[in-house]
């Protein structure tokens, strides 16, 4: 596949993660529903082949630090459901903190800064 489907792919499933992240981060605290959750996993899961084919299919991307700070930004946007859902990180503390951490993770991309 060429590297546009890989980037149309990955801002699908950035899409696609900020949805479920709502759904999580906003659903009542005694809510059950196991959707969101199993959308962020299909995100993360996109978002992750399409980056990884992305960086493997174009030339002008190399593995530079930036790469390794916007998959710590992944890591922090996988991990946040649990942590508001096991109660470690208040609801709206952990919607603030996904909105830094992809507004991070488009700068990143945006700039490679390092």
């Known amino acids: 596949m060429s590297p546009e489907i890989y980037r149309v792919l990955h801002a699908v499933g950035a899409l696609l993660l900020f949805l ?3 759904g999580v981060l906003l659903a009542p605290a005694n809510a059950k529903g196991k959707l969101p959750m199993v959308l962020h996993g299909i995100a993360l899961l996109i978002m992750v082949v399409a ?3 992305t960086v493997h299919k174009d ?3 190399d593995w530079g630090n930036w790469l390794y700070a916007k998959i710590g930004c992944w890591v922090f946007l996988a ?3 649990v942590l508001v859902r096991k109660g ?3 609801r709206m503390l952990g919607l603030l903190l996904a909105i830094a951490a992809g507004a991070a993770a ?3 991309a945006q700039t490679k800064p390092f």
């Open 20 to 22: 479920s992240l709502g």
């Open 51 to 53: 980056g990884v084919g």
């Open 59 to 61: 030339p002008s991307v």
């Open 79 to 81: 991990a946040l459901p």
């Open 88 to 90: 470690m990180v208040p």
């Open 106 to 108: 488009v700068w990143l």
